[in-house]
């Protein structure tokens, strides 16, 4: 059974779990685990970096089928990944550095990212359990603002 | 003074009231305005559609000021806008409709769009005010997923 240590505080670790699963998910174009990370509730809603609003459960687990069936392997790197967390709600952002295509699974020795995006992940916390609500990938076209 | 009647509920006028005041002063390029919508605490980020993670009040409120100065006016409508509430966080979504440049204030006769975004707007309850933390806007490429 899970530790329930971070049941009712800001520990980050639940939420970072909980990203970490869904990025699994990803790599392993596991539908049946992707399913597993959504909250089972018709409000989420997801945003891939072609960048259409998707929301509703069907509409969102449709997308992620749609993009499973077209990719051979995928892995993630994440950077300054960062983790807000207030009552039972988490926010967890970073850049997101992908490798795509043949070869490009975890275990690839080719480091070539094929992009990056920026990824706003949003959790809520039920029974103890972070489910995300809220998936939002962009691309990183350009620096673009100083400092 | 503002009611209070949402201090304590998932009543949505409170975070709608914050979203509106965003794209006001966003529509009006006020400086001090945009200032007073974000939360004062250096947790804060923003994806503007160029597509840089930013975090950090001072990098954050910068690209805010640099948007300003390049933009002789803006105006938004916003599509399908959702909000979300669970405790003291609201997340409030929507597709916005711009339009930027020479008479593209909110009095302009020229409906023609300049351009699509998604906005992922995050906002926590603060002392009773709404006051925004996330704000993630991306272009929409096109339409991809079915449904």
């Known amino acids: 059974m899970e530790p329930m240590a971070d049941a009712h505080t800001n520990d980050p670790k639940g939420a970072a779990r909980a990203n970490r699963e869904f990025y699994r998910a990803f790599e ?18 997801c945003v891939h970096p072609a960048g259409e609003r998707l929301v509703g459960r069907e509409r969102v687990l449709g997308s992620w089928a749609a993009i499973f069936r077209a990719t051979e392997s995928i892995a993630f790197e994440l950077e300054d990944l960062t983790i807000e967390i207030v009552g ?60």
């Open 28 to 45: 392993r174009l596991d539908l049946e685990a992707m399913h597993a990370v959504w909250l089972d509730d018709d409000s989420v809603q």
């Open 88 to 147: 039972d709600l988490a926010w967890v952002s970073a850049v997101e550095r992908i490798r795509a295509g043949p070869g490009a699974s975890a275990r690839s020795v080719d480091p070539r990212p094929a992009g990056e995006a920026v990824a706003t992940n949003l959790f809520v916390r039920r029974d103890g359990a972070w489910k995300l609500v809220l998936h939002h990938a962009s691309p990183v076209a350009r620096r673009f603002f100083p400092g």
